[in-house]
């Protein structure tokens, strides 16, 4: 069940998770579906008084330990290791999504973003049983990456639905009515915008990658290919000039096979892949460094 829902929802994922082996594949398909399901709960109720009452029923089932509820018992089941810490902030970061969503700075997004994919990094350190403080730090990075990668291709959609996730102080306080039929002058606005976004997804995907040593083999590289498939969705919204209006772009069959080619060649040449040589930069996360695991040189000195 959790696999269908994986492959129905997540194809990048679905694509590199094959290489993950069976063992390792079914944990994460089943993460995938306890956090795919929460998000829906945040965007699919008949009113957001609903989608909130719905996540903090959840909430309060993963706070309790209530396997009676359908995702505690996948989590118990599936997932035993994955820390409930991350499960609450996860929920936390959804319940922005049932208010008006209005983010104001650049800090405020990407607290937005730990909470809601940082910690999807650090649940998928815990299946691994990953407990260094440089790994967990670097598996926030690539879950922020890719969030931040998420937010500049569903711009208009994200608008439609009466949601802003460009900071308001990079877009000047434009609505999303305003976003959908931008003038010229927002157009630049707008696409500068995104292009920040990209820039510092950019940055947080060659933190992220730097994190890949700590993985088991096979888990490394699927992980990999997962990061280099959803970044290419950025060199795409680049290629087209910063437009989010024009279509949502997404990797093809073709170009995730070409990632594929392009992942084996780096997996083998580059050895930062197999040893860790580098060390994080404390700076990516001065946002958000009171979260748990947020703060890794704190940690590291304990």
């Not at 709960?41 to 008084?49: H, Q, T, V």
């Not at 049983?129 to 500049?152: K, S």
């Not at 990516?284 to 940690?299: C, G, I, R, V, W």
């Amino acid at each position: 069940m959790s696999l269908e829902v994986l492959k129905q929802n997540s194809k990048s994922f679905y694509f590199a998770g094959y290489l993950l082996g069976s063992r390792s594949l079914h944990r994460i398909a089943a993460l995938y579906n306890i956090c795919r399901t929460l998000d829906d709960l945040a965007d699919s109720a008949e009113d957001s008084l609903k989608a909130r009452a719905n996540l903090m029923t959840v909430q309060h089932a993963f706070a309790s330990k209530d396997i009676s509820n359908y995702l505690v018992m996948i989590k118990h089941r599936d997932c035993a290791n994955v820390n409930e810490i991350h499960i609450n902030s996860l929920i936390t970061g959804l319940l922005t999504d049932t208010e008006r969503v209005r983010i104001r700075t650049t800090e405020s997004l990407l607290v937005y973003c730990y909470r809601v994919a940082g910690t999807v990094g650090l649940m998928i350190c815990d299946i691994f049983r990953i407990q260094d403080p440089n790994a967990r730090a670097h598996a926030i990075d690539l879950g922020v990456a890719m969030q931040l990668t998420n937010i500049a291709r569903d711009v208009l959609e994200d608008a439609k639905m009466g949601r802003v996730y460009l900071p308001q102080e990079l877009i000047n306080d434009l609505t999303p009515k305003q976003i959908e039929s931008p003038t010229k002058t927002d157009k630049i606005i707008i696409s500068a915008a995104v292009g920040h976004l990209l820039y510092l997804a950019d940055k947080h995907y060659n933190s992220g990658f730097c994190g890949l040593p700590f993985l088991p083999f096979r888990s490394r590289f699927s992980i990999f290919l997962a990061g280099r498939i959803y970044k290419r969705i950025g060199l795409k919204i680049r290629k087209h000039g910063l437009n989010v209006w024009s279509r949502r772009h997404y990797t093809s069959v073709f170009e995730k096979c070409y990632e594929f080619l392009i992942c084996i060649c780096l997996f083998i040449i580059n050895l930062d892949n197999h040893k860790y040589t580098a060390s994080h930069d404390s700076k990516l996360h001065k946002f958000f460094s009171h979260l748990p695991d947020a703060n890794y040189q704190a940690e590291k000195k304990e």
